[in-house]
């Protein structure tokens, strides 16, 4: 027993020497999605703080591709020594059920990567240009029945935290959308803005100055109440389709087997950046509201809400 016991320490030592230097090198955040999409906006204050918080450098790396996999997996696959970190949307949930649909192995597995903190979590918002046809969320839907596979709407690829809301509302309210993917939620929103398609579901901070200036206008948001901010826009629930709940949250993950102490560090850290002012003033300026977690509060609220995103792939089916 005290052999074991002695064994255990002498493992545990270097763990505890690298939380207490952590972090003696750079430290990347990866953002799976191309600049200015929801994890861009959120990764570069918050690695902005940890920057001034550490004075050791934290690039923003971002790894596109494949609507988000990429990226996670290229995380999850990372060496854990907290010198990697990943800024993930909640398409990291999606993204292995949707591929296990099409009976192929996913990149990376949900137990591979550690929740760390949580720093938004926003409902997504239904936006459509400003002179669209449709002022309601009734007019968009009575429009899209009357016509199916008429209206289009971008996304950051299939199965993306920007495609699976739409497809949700779709599959709810039995309308047929036309889907138009790309690498990420900055081209989706750009493709908006340059009239190539005529909806977008979006987190509320890339959005917002476009609504503000009076480009776009939102019909509906994913929550379960109305989103601040948005006091007239209603939510799809109370709309009537009750399953229609979607959260486009950003939270900090580490690959799995990163050791207790760095972890612990991380998170002290990341805290100490949540109430840095010049954060949230850089994150209330991009649209988003601040709503941050960790420890066990995260690790609830992410498994949670995968098993919600999982039921959702499952009703959505197979999207080729």
Not at 139 to 150: M, Q, V
Not at 241 to 263: M, N, Q, R, S
Not at 277 to 302: C, H, I, K, W
């Amino acid at each position: 027993m005290r052999r074991r016991a002695l064994l255990a320490g002498a493992v545990a030592l270097p763990a505890v020497a690298r939380a207490q230097d952590y972090p003696s090198r750079p430290v990347s955040m990866v953002v799976a999605f191309p600049p200015g999409g929801q994890a861009d906006v959120v990764a570069r204050p918050v690695a902005a703080g940890l920057e001034r918080l550490w004075r050791q450098p934290v690039p923003v790396v971002n790894r596109a591709g494949a609507a988000g996999e990429i990226g996670n997996a290229f995380v999850a696959r990372a060496a854990p020594d907290g010198l990697t970190l990943l800024m993930a949307l909640s398409s990291l949930a999606i993204l292995p059920e949707a591929t296990r649909l099409f009976g192929r192995a996913p990149a990376y597995e949900l137990d591979q990567l550690a929740p760390v903190a949580l720093f938004t979590a926003d409902p997504t918002v239904l936006v459509v240009a400003a002179d669209a046809p449709w002022k309601t969320l009734a007019e968009f839907l009575a429009d899209a029945k009357r016509r199916p596979g008429a209206i289009s709407y971008s996304s950051s690829g299939n199965y993306s935290a920007l495609h699976v809301p739409m497809a949700m509302l779709a599959k709810a309210a039995g309308i047929e959308l036309l889907h138009v993917p790309f690498q990420g939620g900055a081209p989706a929103l750009t493709a908006l803005l340059a009239g190539q398609v005529q909806a977008l579901a979006s987190g509320p901070g890339p959005i917002a100055p476009h609504i503000r200036d009076g480009r776009l206008r939102a019909l509906a948001s994913w929550g379960a109440q109305r989103l601040a901010g948005y006091e007239a826009v209603p939510t799809l629930i109370e709309s009537g389709f009750p399953e229609a709940e979607f959260y486009i949250w950003a939270g900090v993950f580490a690959p799995a087997a990163t050791p207790p102490p760095v972890l612990a560090a991380l998170r002290q850290s990341l805290g100490t950046v949540a109430r840095d002012a010049e954060v949230q003033r850089a994150l209330s300026a991009g649209g988003n509201t601040l709503d941050y977690r960790d420890g066990a509060a995260f690790e609830a609220f992410f498994r949670t809400d995968a098993a919600r995103l999982q039921r959702a792939v499952q009703r959505i089916g197979r999207v080729e």
